[in-house]
């Protein structure tokens, strides 16, 4: 496993897409080459909520399909969270830039930046991008690339979840998208909630399956990642004393068959 940073995902897509986005960070090669020998036709960048290298691991039997990529051919890398939130975490990972210079703290943060995400760039510059998330979040994308869908938020999580799904297959069908933002929740409330991990760990695990078998039918590669470290209710006092947060992981794969 190497370590990257946040934001070098941003750089990496860029660079792959041939368009030009600007950040500090430099790709990631050994990416960009997996990416070249792929080829991918759309690339589906699944933000897991709260999935950190501890939930990764302790869930290993839950997140089967997750492990099973890296198994196949699939590249593990770890980074440091730029943000524990996850409007700033994300907005790092689209733009490429820390939230001190994004500056996006809030989703209405989004439509007042003059900064592009790699989802414009790359749709402004004629490859349809979409985004599946929450309607806060996907309001001020509206109009500023090709598939917006917005989900409502609400205390279902699983339902909402399956919602989160169920787009990002529909729009995995459209021939003409190249990236796809997928963002799904349930690990990062039940960790808020105190509740059983195990379960939402199973219910992320059914819907990346579907995801994935959808992105493998349209010879996709998969980039599969946390936000930031989990938010979890104390099982371990002196863990949670440790201030250094848990890094995230990020997977690059192309689904076998
Ligand atoms: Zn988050």
């Not at 500056?103 to 414009?120: M, N, P, T």
């Not at 459209?174 to 960790?191: G, P, T």
Request: aromatic share 6%.
């Amino acid at each position: 496993m190497h370590a990257i940073s946040l934001l070098q995902i941003a750089p990496t897509l860029a660079e792959f897409f041939e368009v030009r986005l600007n950040s500090p960070a430099r790709p990631v090669t050994s990416i960009l080459n997996f990416m070249h020998t792929c080829n991918p036709h759309v690339v589906v960048l699944v933000v897991i909520d709260s999935l950190d290298l501890h939930v990764y691991s302790e869930f290993a039997a839950e997140l089967e399909v997750l492990h099973r990529l890296v198994e196949q051919n699939g590249l593990l890398f770890a980074f440091e969270q730029v943000s524990s939130h996850t409007t700033p975490a994300i907005a790092s990972l689209l733009t490429g830039l820390d939230p001190e210079s994004h500056e996006i703290v809030v989703s209405a943060d989004v439509a007042a930046s003059k900064i592009k995400s790699i989802l414009e760039i790359l749709d402004d510059e004629g490859m349809p991008t979409a985004a599946v998330l929450d309607t806060n979040g996907a309001k001020p994308l509206l109009g500023r690339m090709s598939h917006v869908f917005g989900v409502e938020d609400r205390e279902d999580i699983v339902a909402y979840d399956e919602e989160i799904k169920t787009h990002t297959l529909a729009v995995l069908q459209k021939q003409d998208v190249r990236l796809v933002l997928s963002h799904l929740r349930s690990i990062d409330r039940f960790a808020h909630r105190g509740w059983d991990l195990q379960i939402a760990a199973r219910i992320t695990n059914g819907n990346m399956k579907e995801i994935t078998e959808a992105a493998r039918d349209r010879d996709g590669m998969l980039f599969i990642c946390g936000d930031h470290a989990a938010h979890r209710k104390a099982r371990n006092v002196a863990q949670d004393t440790i201030p250094i947060p848990i890094p995230v992981p990020l997977i690059v794969a192309s689904p076998y068959p």
